[in-house]
Every structure is written in C-alpha cells, then in structure tokens.
C-alpha cells in the first residue's frame, strides 16, 4: 500500500472545528481533565457496511396448537389421520403445523423430537433458532464495530468527497477475530425486538461476514499528551437522562488497551468506550502520518480549545456541503468465515 490517502488541499473549518471540539468536551469531558488536546483533525473516514449471516436464537410464547401437535407427535402420533381423529383438527391445518415444526422450528428432524423440541416441551416456550442476515458498519481504520450510537445513516454516508481533505485508504480486510466476533453478536443483539411473546433473543452464531459496500464519513483523529494511542471520533446521538432528550456527541469508535489503562490509573470508567488491543491502531499512525499536521494546525487547535479568537491568518475552507465525487467507491466482496470461532453464546 504505496499511498494511504488522497493528498489533500491545507485548509481548516475554523466553525465546523470548534463546534464538533466544544461538543466532543461535552461528550467526554473526562478525557479533557487528564492533560492537553495534542490535535484534532479533520478528515473523512472509510465506513465499511457488512452483511452478516448469523444464527439467531429466540425463546417465545409456543402457540397453543403448535405446541399440542408437538406433544401428539412425541407421544406416537406421527401420522396426519392419527392426530386429525384424535383432535378434530383439519388435515390441511395439521399438515401446515408439521411442516412448521419441522422446517421453521426444527422440533421434529429425522421423524424424532429434536433437543429444541424435547427443550420447548419441557418448557412449555418455544425454543428457536433462525438464519438471519443483518447489516452492521465498520469503521475500517481500525476495523472496529461501530457502535449503536455512533452508527451513521446510511443515506447521509458520502460516495465522494470534498477534495480539500483527507480521505484514507481502507484497511483490505477487518480482523475477525474473537475479539470483533464478540462486538458482532453485541451489536446484533441491540436489535432485540419488544414483541409480548419473545421472552429472549440472542445471537447463537456468526457463520460469515461479508462487506460489500465502502462508503466516507466526516471524522476526526485525536490525540492527548498522556495517551501513548491516538483515536477516531465520529458523529452521532446519544439519549440525555437530564435533558430528556436526544443530544448530538462526537465519541471514540474505539480506544487502545494502552490508553484505556492509562485512564483506569486515573479513576475513569472505561464502560462508555470500545477498549481494542494496541495493534488495530498502527495503521491509523500511519495515516495520521499521512495528514502531515503542522505547527500552524496544532496552535489553531490550542486555542480553540482555550477559547481564544484565532489571532493569525490560516486558511479556511467554507464549504457546508461535501463537493461529492459522481463514481461508485465499491469493495470486491470479501467473506471471512468466522465458523471456527469459540461459540459467543452458551450452548443450550
């Protein structure tokens, strides 16, 4: 990878700077109590929007017939006509619910009573796992899992971009480790439903991820005098307890576990932020290498960040709306099989 970004035009957005910092020291402002801002600056990151197929397990209120014909069945009532004579029931009605309990459910496979279907009549709940596919964002610097918070609308993510800044090259592939595996499941979990008759819903197993898709979105990498890592910050909406209301953030995609010790030395929680080993972030060094920060950036930075009206000429670049490119940025599809990975979710 000779190049790892677009060489871009010098210019700073004096306004968009200082209002993403002042609502970036709301977000966090315990990483401002620490130490010094070192830099903060602008740039569009590459979004990777994956497919995920994984497999869902969901234990719900089993349907009153559905659960009868289970029980008739395991009792040796195999046949259509045997449980019909016994019910009443239809035989087309009888008919569908077997082929419910055998193909959707699997509580009867090979003509026996599965370990799903001998669990749901123990239970009494339907026990289940389905095939899903889902979508979920990588930041793809540091290959990490956007969050819900920071997860950026897909129409608002830019195929082009306005040449006046940088735009990094993607990482090829994300490492999907256990480590990625584990922030899978838990962002695919978030999408529980609130139905009345789903008592749980967790994902079992990842089987593969796909990305197909790189898109930009506006970013910032920053860095503090006592964190040995620097970090991406993102745009997003997180609910306010105290203001009862959706509030805008800039927040960390992800810290190093160099940086997140660091702030533990010092009594903050970590809970609040993605904590990646210190090796997802060599290659964001190198492409803040790339960005070629002057002394001129870093003192405009300084006193905005102290509040002081910007006492020297710099240029800025004033532009509202990103001058978009009209070509399509698209990944050749890359499937990472994670089947070998440790199960996420307990065995049943």
């Known amino acids: 990878m000779d190049e790892i970004c677009e060489r871009p035009k010098k210019s700073i957005n004096i306004e968009k700077t200082k209002q993403a910092l002042d609502i970036f020291r709301k977000s966090c402002p315990e990483l401002f109590e620490l130490g010094q801002l070192k ?23 089993y349907e009153s017939l559905e659960l009868l014909v289970l029980k008739l069945y395991d009792a040796g009532l195999t046949s ?16 569908k619910t077997l082929q419910l309990l055998k193909k959707a459910y699997r509580h009867i ?6 370990e799903l279907g001998r669990l749901s009549i123990n239970e009494g709940i339907k026990h289940v796992v389905y095939e899903v596919k889902k979508e979920i964002q990588f930041e793809a610097i540091t290959g990490t899992v956007l969050d819900r918070e920071i997860e950026q609308r897909k129409d608002k993510l830019l195929k082009g971009l306005d040449p006046n800044y940088s735009r990094p090259l993607a990482i090829d592939t994300v490492e999907l480790d256990e480590e990625v595996a584990r922030d899978i499941s838990e962002r695919l979990n978030e999408y529980k439903n609130t139905e009345k008759s789903v008592f749980d819903k967790n994902i079992k197993r990842i089987r593969k991820v796909t990305t197909n898709m790189l898109r930009y979105t506006p970013a910032y990498a920053v860095a503090f005098d006592y964190m040995p890592e620097p970090f991406i910050i993102l745009r997003g909406r997180s609910f306010s307890k105290t203001e009862k209301r959706s509030a805008l953030i800039w927040k960390p995609t992800a810290i190093s576990q160099a940086n997140a010790e660091i702030l533990q030395e010092r009594n903050v929680d970590i809970m609040p932020y993605n904590v990646r080993a210190e090796h997802h972030f060599d ?7 790339g960005f070629h920060i002057d002394d001129e950036e870093i003192e405009v930075i300084q006193q905005l960040v102290k509040g002081d009206e910007i006492s020297f000429k710099v240029q800025v670049h004033e532009s509202e709306v990103p ?8 990944l050749e599809d890359k499937a990472a099989n994670i089947a070998d990975f440790p199960e996420i979710v307990e065995e049943l």
């Not at 259509?80 to 009888?94: E, N, R, S, Y």
Request: proline share 3%.
């Open 39 to 61: 830099y903060f600056h602008f740039f569009y990151c590459p979004i990777s929007v994956a497919l995920v197929d994984a497999d869902e397990y969901i234990r719900e209120e």
């Open 80 to 95: 259509v006509d045997a449980i019909c004579k016994v019910t009443g029931l239809h035989p087309k009605l009888v008919i």
């Open 109 to 114: 496979e090979d003509e026996r009573i599965s």
């Open 283 to 289: 290659y964001l060094k190198e492409v803040i290498d």
């Open 323 to 330: 001058e978009e490119f009209t070509g399509e940025i698209e």
